[in-house]
């Protein structure tokens, strides 16, 4: 189960916020200012926090940063008592999941909590797919990534032989190890796996 | 009998008098009286009294006294300390010897016995006050001696006791020729007291009788003293006991003595007592009121004159006379005047009334009580001299408006009964209707007469008096919005913050509800914080309507650490935006202080934003402000510290001008406008660099202000 963290220098907000979001079953955990928060977690934080915009010392903004330098993916909803329009469009430009208004109803505080864990969740996904790729991709040889770079942008075997100076068998044999080293089955799903890695664009004579 | 002083000092003289006359009287005894002078305080010192004690030891040790007479106080001072070496066991009988000296010496040797005297000079001075009503100011005249010195002491502890309402000037220790000068410089409403003196200040001697002769010649103002043998020389008179008299009692007592009375058993008077004597000449001359002067006063030099023995017949003899001289005279003379005044009049009056018309002036004459004609017609035609016909105060009261009746009044009445002036800014409702505003200023004839005095129309600059006010109180209150324009994220958030916690908590226990067990204890908690967190948003808005509310000024008492302590609130979550830290150093809570509560608030605001602005090129770990206040005796002083950039030395005398701004969009009225708040407070508004970074605002008002002024302004 994620976790909720509230953070607010207002401890009357706090406690209400907690309530509200325990009663709408999340596991809640209150810190009363960013520097508390940064002193419990680490970077295996899983969960959404809940973040108020303006308070002393270090603010939700500066906290938003630091965490996005320590690459930590964890959702942010910010919450604020003044709609400040330039406030939250930064918030929102720098990756936060949403940007509501005090006083605001615990039903919809929930409801946009829940999109930023699943939305967190899929990115988590995605992205460990992404590493598994590249992992994958790291094993293969120089001329390997030549041929696949090629296969990718979709040229023939007989047009890559010509373009690497080597007979077509070469370029087969190439194909079938990279096949194997990426664990692709298919053709189709080879040219997936390479577009996920970006790799047509970049490698292209 | 030993005598404190000089053998030629009056007092010494007539004491030795009354002794003689007396016991010549009384006894048929062949009294034999020596007497032995100290010529204190001209001769003085222990050296000095060994030699005196030497000598009178050798000089009686063949016939030795039967009865020691002290007279004065130093003759007893010289007995007490040397009774045991000289004279011993000769009773010591003494005589005009101070009350203070002896309550100062309690108790004396058993065979020592006396008469004190009573010295009065506090009496002396009040009598002289009482006899002078229209004294001003007290002069008191000493010398340089030790005896001297000794007076000035006492009068110096003395007078304050008294309360007198005059104020008392000292001329102690001064040389003669300065003491003269200066009485020879005074005039009415002074008047002089002095014990004379043995020394001056440039080291002359005096018998003090000559010394009061001296300043009696010169003086232009009466001197009164407490001794009896200075009358004649000039001096008014006093409270004095008398010196003959006491020389008498003496020879009572030795009689007694004589006679075989023991010393115990004698029986004295309590005391020799002072009696008022006054010189009639004087009386006359000082103009007193002969009513002041006591029935069992002892009046010298009052001889009956001619007047007194021939009254009847002089005073119809001089009646004739002078009555037909004065017909005469007072016929030509009128004739004369007459007809030279009457040109003259007419001048003076033209101008008057010219003068008067152009500054809007009239006289008036009001009868304060209700018997004067009706004359309501001259009333309106006041302007003028000749026009000036007494009216009935209380036709006066009629036109004048019913706010101000009360007040106008009362301040009439209070004038006209005492010799107060009348000085009073009142609102008049004219016959067509219309309100216009006099100041009005005059005095009682007499008091409880009627009263005279001008009254000027001041509508004109009353209205534009008015006029300012309300620019003034409006342009205020714009600045005060535009503040709170600026705050308005701030403020937003000061409310949605309860509004959330409400919410919250509202929405939480709405779920609790559903429950199978309910947790009655954690929603009774919950209803708790609703209720605050309510009263929190409440009091914000409650905060936030009396400043955006126009009000006038209205000083009250108010805790200006409280004061301090909301305002930060109000501005908390601006200063958290632009990273700015608060300290507050606050005096002893409760500060209460006189003050205009929103418009105090509003110069805090205004200085803690400048404060905010001025830090904004700072790095945003040195954003400090500092918000002091300090009781400084009868005054209150409030400190904004910024750690900003300063301010400009060229710009530090223009900060506080309207419509001058260092900032790009600024209109330039806060400071202008904060200075004229502290302004109305009595106080004033300053500000200066600090020896480090940043700039101070200080503003500095009494703790206790008087109110009158601003009310008075109001009507």
């Known amino acids: 189960m994620d976790s909720v963290f509230l953070v607010d220098d207002d401890p009357a907000v706090l406690k209400s916020l907690s309530r509200a979001l325990r009663e709408d079953g999340w596991a809640v955990e209150t810190f ?70 005090k006083p605001v109803a615990s039903a919809i505080l929930s409801g946009v909590i829940r999109a930023a864990i ?84 970049t490698e292209r004579h | 009998m030993l005598f404190s002083n000089n053998r030629l000092l009056p007092a010494n003289i007539e004491i030795d008098n009354g002794f003689r006359d007396e016991i010549a009287t009384l006894s048929q005894r062949n009294v034999q009286l020596f007497s032995e002078f100290l010529d204190q ?16 030891r050798k000089k009686y040790a063949v016939h030795p006294p039967g009865i020691i007479i002290a007279v ?107 003491v003269v000068n200066r009485l020879a410089e005074l005039g009415p409403g002074d008047v002089v007291y002095t014990p004379g003196y043995f020394r001056d200040g440039a080291g002359r001697e005096f018998l003090p009788r000559d010394s009061a002769a001296l300043m009696a010649a010169k003086s232009r103002a009466p001197i009164y003293a407490p001794y009896n043998p200075f009358i004649g020389t000039g001096i008014v008179g006093g409270r004095m006991p008398d010196f003959k008299d006491m020389g008498r009692q003496a020879a009572i007592a030795v009689n007694h003595l004589l006679d075989g ?55 119809l003899i001089a009646a004739v006379i002078l009555l037909q001289a004065l017909l005469i005279a007072a016929l030509l003379v009128e004739r004369r005047l007459r007809r030279r005044t009457a040109s003259a009049l007419q001048e003076s009056e033209d101008r008057m009334s010219l003068a008067a018309r152009a500054a809007r002036l009239s006289m008036w004459v009001w009868e304060m009580v209700g018997t004067a004609r009706k004359s309501s017609a001259d009333a309106q035609a006041q302007t003028g001299a000749r026009a000036v016909a007494p009216i009935s105060f209380d036709d006066v009261l009629q036109t004048v408006h019913p706010s101000d009746r009360e007040r106008f009044g009362r301040a009439v009445r209070q004038s006209a009964a005492g010799d107060e002036e009348l000085e009073i800014e009142y609102r008049s ?92 204890a954690e ?57 700015v830290t608060v300290t507050t150093e606050l005096a002893p809570s409760p500060l209460i202080v006189d003050g205009g509560r929103v418009h105090l608030q509003q110069v805090l605001l205004n200085l803690i934003l400048n404060a905010a602005d001025a830090m ?7 954003r400090h402000l500092v918000i002091r206040t300090e009781l400084d005796g009868e005054s209150v002083r409030l400190r904004v510290i910024d750690n900003g950039t300063g301010i400009a030395p060229q710009n530090l005398k223009n900060v506080f001008d309207a419509f001058w701004t260092s900032k790009v969009g600024g209109i330039g009225v806060g400071l202008a406008i904060c200075k004229s708040i502290i302004a109305a407070h009595q106080g004033t508004l300053t500000a200066a660099n600090n020896g480090g970074p940043g700039a101070t605002f200080c503003a500095t008002w009494p703790v206790r202000l008087q109110v009158s002024s601003a009310v008075s302004k109001h009507g």
């Open chain 1, 32 to 101: 009363e200012s960013a520097e508390a928060f940064l002193a419990r977690h680490g970077s295996a934080t899983r969960g959404c926090l809940v973040l108020d915009v303006t308070m002393p010392g270090l603010n939700g903004l500066e906290l938003q940063r630091k965490l996005a330098e320590s690459r930590q993916a964890l959702p942010i909803v910010f919450l604020t008592g003044d709609g400040d329009i330039p406030t939250s469009v930064q918030a929102i430009k720098a990756g936060a999941a949403d940007f509501l208004t």
């Open chain 2, 72 to 178: 004065g106080d130093n003759a007893l001072e010289f007995m007490l300390r040397h009774h045991g070496d000289l004279f011993q066991s000769i009773p010591v009988l003494h005589i005009a010897v101070g009350s203070a000296f002896l309550r100062a010496n309690e108790p004396v040797p058993s065979d020592v016995v006396g008469i004190p005297a009573d010295y009065d000079s506090l009496g002396t001075i009040q009598l002289a006050l009482r006899w002078h009503p229209r004294t001003q100011r007290l002069v008191i005249v000493t010398g340089a001696s030790d005896w001297d010195r000794g007076r000035e002491a006492a009068l110096r502890t003395g007078i304050p006791a008294l309360n007198l309402a005059v104020t008392v000037e000292f001329l102690a220790a001064l040389p003669s020729d300065a």
């Open chain 2, 616 to 622: 904004s090129e700072v790095g945003a770990d040195q």
């Open chain 2, 523 to 579: 929603l009774k908690e919950i209803c708790g914080d609703i209720i605050t967190q309510d009263h929190r948003a409440t009091e914000v808005i409650r905060h936030l309507g009396a400043l955006y509310k126009r009000g006038e000024l209205k000083l009250e008492p108010l805790n200006l650490n409280e004061l301090v302590t909301e305002t930060l609130n109000l501005v908390h979550t601006e200063l958290t935006t632009r990273h």
């Open chain 2, 41 to 56: 305080p001209t001769f003085s010192g222990s050296e000095y009294e060994q030699t005196v004690t030497e000598y009178l």
């Open chain 2, 429 to 520: 409702v004219e016959p067509d209707g219309e309100t216009r505003w006099f100041a009005a200023r005059g005095r009682a004839e007499k008091p409880g007469g009627r009263m005279t005095g001008v009254a000027m129309d001041i509508t004109a600059r009353k209205t534009a008096e008015q006029q300012a006010e309300r620019d003034r109180s409006a342009l205020t209150h714009m600045a005060r919005v535009s503040i709170m324009g600026q705050l308005s994220v701030s403020i937003a958030h000061q409310l949605n913050q309860p509004l959330a916690a409400i919410l919250g908590n509202a929405e939480a226990a709405y779920k609790m509800l559903d429950h199978d067990v309910l947790d009655i």
């Open chain 2, 261 to 315: 009375v023991p010393l115990v058993d004698l029986k004295l008077p309590a005391k020799a007592a002072a009696r008022v004597n006054v010189d009639w000449r004087q009386v006359l001359k000082w103009k007193i009121d002969p009513a002041l002067i006591p029935i069992d006063s002892v009046v010298h030099f009052r001889q009956p004159s001619f007047w007194e023995e021939h009254r009847k017949q002089a005073l």
């Open chain 1, 118 to 201: 699943e939305k967190a969740a899929s990115a988590r996904e995605s992205q460990a797919e992404m590493e598994m790729l590249q992992q994958r991709l790291a094993t293969l040889t120089p001329r390997e990534r030549e041929v696949l770079a090629a296969v990718a942008s979709g040229r023939l075997n007989k047009q890559i032989a010509g373009d690497l100076g080597v007979v077509e068998q070469t370029v087969k044999f190439h194909r079938a190890k990279i096949m194997e080293r990426m664990q692709a089955h298919t053709l189709a799903e080879l040219m997936h796996i390479a577009a996920k890695l970006g790799i047509e664009a």
